[in-house]
């Protein structure tokens, strides 16, 4: 199967241009190696209608392309649903009764990372099953992990170690979990290159881990910085014009936001004009700026 990076944007709004930094980041690292790059629409929350398409458009605006087609996971249901329950069949999911308020305030375990779930489901008994299904809770359905920690290695920020707990891969409404999701398509597509912003880094490691356990080969990962506003914040819409078209509304031209992400990556000089495959011929990986690009009220001036 031929190799692959992508970019797997929620399409609940527009991009703003943390997201486009980091596609366009996705898309060198690609380009550059010899992959294809995918797009996937991470579809199974909250969506906004058009969304996927403006956020197509400004990508194709900054002359990010992508390999066809373009996969949405709401039409890969089927997929993960067969994964879990392979899984669930192997005897390695149990299903867990619990509110998130009852995992937060729940005793933790002796020596449990921090934040990991407490075990509060893992051995119930079929009586006690029934007892929490006929009393209304749906369960959502948890990976039954063998380890408590997991290392992956980043290109940017070197060897990680994190928490593995029992996380869910089924939510109570049926809905299967991000984590499980992203890791089932990634083998699907052939991604062995994950870039994405480094707020996702603690994420890495349960996906490496559920990886192997599906016995998929883990991809590579390089967690990039990300965007934030002059406090130092991520960026959100209360910080203004932070996406292709409320800069153009100001006067700001898709060229000059290029400019300003390429400058911002060690890739152009202020105000120059250039293109992705200028961009490409320059980027080096390991010359990448290791601290977040902050936004100042002037960056577009």
Same mark, same amino acid.
């Given at each position: ?62 002359? @990010?392309?992508?390999?066809?087609? !373009? ?31 009852? @995992? ?23 009586? =006690? ?9 749906? %369960? ?6 063998? @380890? ?15 928490? !593995? ?10 809905? %299967? ?11 699907? =597509? ?27 080969? %883990? %991809? ?36 000059? !936001? ?36 902050? @936004? ?6």
């Amino acid at each position: 199967m031929t190799t692959a990076g992508r970019f797997a944007p929620s399409p609940s709004g527009t991009l703003h241009v943390g997201n486009l930094r980091t596609a366009l980041l996705a898309w060198l690292f690609a380009r550059t190696t010899g992959r294809t790059f995918r797009i996937r629409m991470e579809n199974l929350d909250r969506t906004a209608l058009g969304a996927d398409t403006r956020q197509l458009a400004d990508l194709a605006a900054l002359g @990010i392309d992508w390999d066809e087609p !373009v996969i949405y996971q709401t039409d890969r249901l089927d997929m993960y649903r067969s994964v879990i329950a392979e899984l669930t069949d192997a005897g390695e999911t149990f299903e867990c009764f619990c509110t998130r308020r009852e @995992i937060l305030e729940a005793p933790s375990a002796p020596h449990a990372p921090e934040g990991a779930y407490p075990g509060t489901c893992r051995e119930l008994t079929t009586a =006690q099953r029934a007892e929490k299904i006929a009393a209304g809770r749906p %369960p959502a359905i948890r990976l039954r992990s063998a @380890i408590t920690e997991f290392t992956v290695i980043d290109t940017q920020l070197g060897e990680y170690t994190g928490m !593995v707990d029992d996380f869910v891969i089924c939510r109570g409404d049926g809905t %299967p979990a991000y984590n499980l999701a992203v890791v089932v398509d990634d083998a699907a =597509q052939g991604v062995d290159q994950v870039v994405r912003g480094d707020d996702l880094l603690s994420s890495a490691p349960r996906q490496a881990y559920l990886a192997t356990r599906l016995g998929y080969r %883990p %991809p590579g990962y390089s967690h990039v910085p990300m965007v934030l506003n002059d406090k130092g914040i991520r960026l959100s819409k209360r910080d203004g014009a932070i996406t292709l078209e409320d800069l153009a509304a100001e006067g700001v031209t898709t060229t000059t !936001v290029l400019s300003r992400l390429a400058e911002s990556l060690g890739l152009a000089d202020h105000d120059e004009i250039v293109d992705t495959a200028t961009l490409a011929a320059r980027f080096d990986s390991a010359s990448l700026p290791r601290d977040p690009w902050i @936004i100042t009220p002037d960056v577009w001036a």
